[in-house]
C-alpha cells in the first residue's frame, strides 16, 4: 500500500442474517507497533511506550534532558551518570585512567601517564633507549644507529666503520659476532706461523753450518766446498722459503682488498684485522684513540672549487654545505678503528712500527755481534743475516708504507708536519727502494754466485732464473698499484665515493692479470710449482675483487662467507706447494738443510785453500741458498 500505511486492519460487521469480515488500509505509521490506538491517523500510545509509531520504550524521566533514550535505556552524556541521568559526574568517568575530584569541579586527575579532560589520551611510546645505555648485544645491534664493542663489552652510537666517539678493536656493526671469524683466523695464522718455525730451525741450523765452515777456513787456510747433493736441497729450501713469503704477500693483498671503499660486513674487517701486522699495522702502545669525536667531514665538489679553489680542499661549512658522518665517509675509518687510532695517525702509525721493527733486529744481532766479536767465524754470519733480516723487513713493510703515505698525500684532514713525511716515505720506499734493488742485482751476475752476497740479497733473487734476476720489480710494480689504489683513491676526497670502489677494483684487477702475463710470456721462475701458483693465485684475487662489489651498497653476508672460503683455497694451495718444496729437499738433504760433522770432515779433500789475500779462490759455486 502507499508508504506509511500497514494493511491488516480488521472490522467485524453482524447482521440478522450473517457476520461479515472486512479488512481494510491504516493510516497510522506501523500501525502504532501495537503498542498505541490508531485515530484518523495518529497514534496514541499506551503507557511506556512513545514516538510516532510507539516503537520505543520510554526511559524514566526522559534521561532527565541529559542524554538520549534507547530501548528504554539512557545514554546519557559525558558529564552525567545513573539511571536517569541525575548524576553528575566527571568527563567520561575519567576513561578509567584517572580519579575524579567529586563536586562541584568535577576535574580529572590522571594516572599511568595517561592526559586530556577525561584522561582518554593515552601516555607516549616510551623512547629508544640510548646506545650508551643498552647491555646487550643482542639489543645493542638490533637499534639504528648502535653498534657494539666486543672489547670494551659496552654500546656506543657509530656506524659500519665504528664508533662516533674514540674507537673500538673489536667492533660489531649489523650482524652478531661469529666464532667462525677467530676459529677461520687462527688456522690462518697458525699455518703460517709453522711455516715461520720451520724456516727459521732450518735457518739456524745453515748458520751453524756456516760458522763450522768459517771457523775451520780460519783455522786451516781450506774451505770446504758442498757437493751437488746439499747445494741443490739447500736451493729448495730457499724455494720453500719463498712459499711462505708468497703466502704473506697474499694475506696483504687480502687486507688490501678490506680497505676499498665499499661497506664490508664488521666481522669481515674482523678477520682481515689479524692479518694487518703484515704492512706494519697494528695499535699504538701508547695512543688508543678513546675521546675523538668524529665531526662531520664535508664532501669536496667543483662548484665549490670553481669559486673557492683554495677552501674547496679543507673543512668549511661555510664554503662546502654538504655534510655527512665522519665515520660513513671516509673509507680508512674501519681500518683505523680496528687498530684504535685515528685515521690522521695510520701513517704514524706505520713508520713507528717499521722503525720498531728495524730497531729490534738491529739491536738483537748488534748485541750478537758484540758478544762474538772476537769469534770471526760467528761474525761473519750474523752480519749475513742481519742483511738478509733487514731485506726481509724491507718488502715487508713496502705496502703499508706505500698505502699510508699515498693516503696522507691527498687526505685534506693533514697538515704539512704529516704532508712532508708522506712525501718522504712515499718516493724513498715506492720508488727508491726498488731502483736500490735495481743497481745492486743489474751487471754480469758473477757476483750474484758469491756466496756472501746470496746470504745477505738472495731474498731478492734466488727464485728466479739467471736472466730474469730483475723480475722482482715486477712484483714491486703489483704492489705499488694496489697499494697506492688503496691510498690514492680513498673515498673521503670525492662527490660520487661509490664510483671510487669501481675504479680500485678496475686497476687493482688489472695489475693482477698484466703480472700473471708476464709470468707467462717471461717464465721468470726456475720452480714451475711456484710459477702454476702464482697463476692460480691472480685467479684467487681476481675473484676476491670482484666479491668485494657485493658490498657496493650493503654489506653482504654471502660476499663474506665465499671470500673467507676463496682465500681457505688459496692457503691450502700455498700449503700443498710449500710441501711439495719441502719433499724435494729432503730427496736431497736432511729436513734443516745441514750435514754432521762426520760428514763435513769425509769431504776435507774437496775443500779450497785459500789465496793469498786470505779469502777463498774466486769462481766457486756457493754453498747454499
Same mark, same amino acid.
Given at each position: 500500500?502507499?508508504?506509511?500505511?500497514?494493511?491488516?486492519?480488521?472490522?467485524?460487521?453482524?447482521?440478522?442474517?450473517?457476520?461479515?469480515?472486512?479488512?481494510?488500509?491504516?493510516?497510522?505509521?506501523?500501525?502504532?507497533?501495537?503498542?498505541?490506538?490508531?485515530?484518523?491517523?495518529?497514534?496514541?500510545?499506551?503507557?511506556?511506550?512513545?514516538?510516532?509509531?510507539?516503537?520505543?520504550?520510554?526511559?524514566?524521566?526522559?534521561?532527565?534532558?541529559?542524554?538520549?533514550?534507547?530501548?528504554?535505556?539512557?545514554?546519557?552524556?559525558?558529564?552525567?551518570?545513573?539511571?536517569?541521568?541525575?548524576?553528575?559526574?566527571?568527563?567520561?568517568?575519567?576513561?578509567?585512567?584517572?580519579?575524579?575530584?567529586?563536586?562541584?569541579?568535577?576535574?580529572?586527575?590522571?594516572?599511568?601517564?595517561?592526559?586530556?579532560?577525561?584522561?582518554?589520551?593515552?601516555?607516549?611510546?616510551?623512547?629508544?633507549?640510548?646506545?650508551?645505555?643498552?647491555?646487550?648485544?643482542?639489543?645493542?645491534?638490533?637499534?639504528?644507529?648502535?653498534?657494539?664493542?666486543?672489547?670494551?663489552?659496552?654500546?656506543?652510537?657509530?656506524?659500519?666503520?665504528?664508533?662516533?666517539?674514540?674507537?673500538?678493536?673489536?667492533?660489531?656493526?649489523?650482524?652478531?659476532?661469529?666464532?667462525?671469524?677467530?676459529?677461520?683466523?687462527?688456522?690462518?695464522?697458525?699455518?703460517?706461523?709453522?711455516?715461520?718455525?720451520?724456516?727459521?730451525?732450518?735457518?739456524?741450523?745453515? !748458520?751453524?753450518?756456516? +760458522?763450522?765452515?768459517?771457523?775451520?777456513?780460519?783455522?786451516?787456510?781450506?774451505?770446504?766446498?758442498?757437493?751437488?747433493?746439499?747445494?741443490?736441497?739447500?736451493?729448495?729450501? !730457499?724455494?720453500?722459503?719463498?712459499?711462505?713469503?708468497?703466502?704473506?704477500?697474499?694475506?696483504?693483498?687480502?687486507?688490501?682488498?678490506?680497505?676499498?671503499?665499499?661497506?664490508?660486513?664488521?666481522?669481515?674487517?674482523?678477520?682481515?684485522?689479524?692479518?694487518?701486522?703484515?704492512?706494519?699495522?697494528?695499535?699504538?702502545?701508547?695512543?688508543? !684513540?678513546?675521546?675523538?669525536?668524529?665531526?662531520?667531514?664535508?664532501?669536496?665538489?667543483?662548484?665549490?672549487?670553481?669559486?673557492?679553489?683554495?677552501?674547496?680542499?679543507?673543512?668549511? *661549512?661555510?664554503?662546502?654545505?654538504?655534510?655527512?658522518?665522519?665515520?660513513?665517509?671516509?673509507?680508512?675509518?674501519?681500518? *683505523?678503528?680496528?687498530?684504535?687510532?685515528?685515521?690522521?695517525?695510520?701513517?704514524?702509525?706505520?713508520?713507528?712500527?717499521?722503525?720498531?721493527?728495524?730497531?729490534?733486529?738491529?739491536?738483537?744481532?748488534?748485541?750478537?755481534?758484540?758478544?762474538?766479536?772476537?769469534?770471526?767465524?760467528?761474525?761473519?754470519?750474523?752480519?749475513?743475516?742481519?742483511?738478509?733480516?733487514?731485506?726481509r723487513l724491507g718488502n715487508l713493510a713496502y705496502v703499508?708504507?706505500?698505502?699510508?703515505?699515498?693516503?696522507?698525500?691527498?687526505?685534506?684532514?693533514?697538515?704539512?708536519?704529516?704532508?712532508?713525511?708522506?712525501?718522504?716515505?712515499?718516493?724513498?720506499?715506492?720508488?727508491?727502494?726498488?731502483?736500490?734493488?735495481?743497481?745492486?742485482?743489474?751487471? !754480469?751476475?758473477?757476483?750474484?754466485?758469491?756466496?756472501?752476497?746470496?746470504?745477505?740479497?738472495?731474498?731478492?733473487?734466488?727464485?728466479?732464473?739467471?736472466?730474469?734476476?730483475?723480475?722482482?720489480?715486477?712484483?714491486?710494480?703489483?704492489?705499488?698499484?694496489?697499494?697506492?689504489?688503496?691510498?690514492?683513491?680513498?673515498?673521503?676526497?670525492?662527490?660520487?665515493?661509490?664510483?671510487?670502489?669501481i675504479v680500485q677494483v678496475i686497476i687493482m684487477g688489472?695489475?693482477?692479470i698484466i703480472y700473471a702475463l708476464v709470468v707467462f710470456?717471461?717464465?721468470?721462475?726456475?720452480?714451475?710449482?711456484?710459477?702454476?701458483?702464482?697463476?692460480?693465485?691472480?685467479?684467487?684475487?681476481?675473484?676476491?675483487?670482484?666479491?668485494?662489489?657485493?658490498?657496493?651498497?650493503?654489506?653482504?653476508?654471502?660476499?663474506?662467507?665465499?671470500?673467507?672460503?676463496?682465500?681457505?683455497?688459496?692457503?691450502?694451495?700455498?700449503?700443498?706447494?710449500?710441501?711439495?718444496?719441502?719433499?724435494?729437499?729432503?730427496?736431497?738433504?736432511?729436513?734443516?738443510?745441514?750435514?754432521?760433522?762426520?760428514?763435513?770432515?769425509?769431504?776435507?779433500?774437496?775443500?779450497?785453500?785459500?789465496?793469498?789475500?786470505?779469502?777463498?779462490? +774466486?769462481?766457486?759455486?756457493?754453498?747454499?741458498?
Amino acid at each position: 500500500g502507499p508508504a506509511g500505511v500497514t494493511e491488516g486492519q480488521v472490522v467485524y460487521l453482524a447482521t440478522s442474517t450473517q457476520l461479515t469480515r472486512l479488512t481494510y488500509l491504516s493510516t497510522c505509521p506501523n500501525d502504532c507497533s501495537s503498542n498505541g490506538i490508531c485515530s484518523l491517523g495518529n497514534c496514541t500510545c499506551i503507557d511506556g511506550y512513545y514516538t510516532e509509531d510507539c516503537s520505543q520504550i520510554r526511559c524514566p524521566g526522559d534521561c532527565s534532558g541529559h542524554g538520549t533514550c534507547a530501548d528504554g535505556a539512557c545514554v546519557c552524556d559525558s558529564i552525567w551518570d545513573g539511571p536517569n541521568c541525575t548524576d553528575r559526574i566527571c568527563a567520561n568517568s575519567c576513561s578509567g585512567h584517572g580519579t575524579c575530584s567529586g563536586g562541584p569541579s568535577y576535574i580529572c586527575t590522571c594516572t599511568d601517564n595517561w592526559s586530556g579532560s577525561d584522561c582518554s589520551t593515552p601516555p607516549p611510546p616510551p623512547p629508544p633507549p640510548t646506545c650508551a645505555s643498552i647491555t646487550a648485544i643482542d639489543t645493542c645491534i638490533g637499534y639504528v644507529g648502535c653498534g657494539w664493542c666486543i672489547t670494551t663489552k659496552t654500546c656506543h652510537d657509530g656506524s659500519i666503520r665504528g664508533p662516533y666517539v674514540g674507537s673500538c678493536y673489536t667492533w660489531i656493526w649489523g650482524l652478531g659476532f661469529e666464532a667462525g671469524v677467530i676459529i677461520l683466523a687462527a688456522i690462518f695464522l697458525g699455518i703460517l706461523f709453522l711455516m715461520f718455525v720451520i724456516n727459521a730451525i732450518s735457518a739456524i741450523t745453515v !748458520d751453524f753450518d756456516r +760458522a763450522d765452515d768459517f771457523r775451520e777456513l780460519y783455522a786451516s787456510g781450506v774451505r770446504r766446498k758442498a757437493d751437488h747433493q746439499e747445494t741443490s736441497a739447500l736451493w729448495w729450501r !730457499d724455494v720453500r722459503s719463498a712459499k711462505t713469503w708468497l703466502l704473506v704477500e697474499q694475506f696483504q693483498f687480502l687486507v688490501l682488498v678490506s680497505h676499498i671503499a665499499v661497506d664490508f660486513p664488521t666481522n669481515y674487517i674482523n678477520f682481515t684485522k689479524f692479518f694487518d701486522w703484515t704492512n706494519l699495522g697494528l695499535p699504538l702502545p701508547f695512543k688508543e !684513540d678513546k675521546t675523538t669525536v668524529h665531526t662531520p667531514r664535508y664532501i669536496y665538489n667543483q662548484s665549490d672549487a670553481a669559486t673557492n679553489q683554495q677552501s674547496s680542499k679543507y673543512l668549511s *661549512s661555510a664554503v662546502i654545505p654538504d655534510v655527512t658522518s665522519g665515520r660513513s665517509l671516509l673509507g680508512f675509518e674501519a681500518y *683505523s678503528n680496528s687498530l684504535g687510532i685515528t685515521a690522521n695517525t695510520l701513517f704514524g702509525a706505520n713508520m713507528f712500527w717499521l722503525a720498531i721493527s728495524i730497531a729490534s733486529v738491529c739491536f738483537v744481532y748488534g748485541w750478537a755481534c758484540l758478544i762474538t766479536i772476537k769469534k770471526a767465524h760467528w761474525k761473519s754470519v750474523f752480519v749475513s743475516r742481519l742483511i738478509y733480516l733487514l731485506v726481509r723487513l724491507g718488502n715487508l713493510a713496502y705496502v703499508g708504507v706505500v698505502m699510508t703515505s699515498s693516503y696522507s698525500l691527498v687526505s685534506y684532514t693533514h697538515g704539512a708536519d704529516l704532508i712532508v713525511p708522506a712525501v718522504f716515505a712515499f718516493v724513498i720506499m715506492g720508488f727508491g727502494y726498488p731502483i736500490g734493488i735495481y743497481f745492486l742485482l743489474r751487471g !754480469d751476475g758473477k757476483k750474484l754466485l758469491d756466496e756472501e752476497f746470496k746470504y745477505r740479497f738472495g731474498a731478492l733473487y734466488i727464485n728466479y732464473q739467471p736472466g730474469n734476476r730483475l723480475f722482482v720489480l715486477m712484483v714491486f710494480a703489483r704492489k705499488f698499484i694496489t697499494a697506492a689504489m688503496v691510498g690514492f683513491l680513498n673515498y673521503s676526497l670525492y662527490e660520487n665515493p661509490r664510483y671510487i670502489s669501481i675504479v680500485q677494483v678496475i686497476i687493482m684487477g688489472l695489475a693482477q692479470i698484466i703480472y700473471a702475463l708476464v709470468v707467462f710470456f717471461r717464465k721468470p721462475y726456475y720452480d714451475y710449482y711456484h710459477e702454476y701458483l702464482e697463476y692460480f693465485l691472480t685467479v684467487i684475487n681476481l675473484v676476491t675483487l670482484g666479491l668485494s662489489m657485493l658490498h657496493y651498497r650493503n654489506p653482504s653476508t654471502p660476499g663474506m662467507l665465499i671470500t673467507g672460503l676463496v682465500q681457505a683455497i688459496a692457503l691450502v694451495a700455498c700449503t700443498a706447494v710449500y710441501i711439495v718444496s719441502w719433499v724435494h729437499m729432503g730427496l736431497n738433504l736432511s729436513c734443516c738443510g745441514g750435514k754432521s760433522k762426520k760428514e763435513k770432515q769425509a769431504e776435507v779433500k774437496q775443500s779450497v785453500p785459500l789465496n793469498d789475500s786470505g779469502d777463498a779462490d +774466486a769462481g766457486i759455486e756457493a754453498g747454499d741458498d
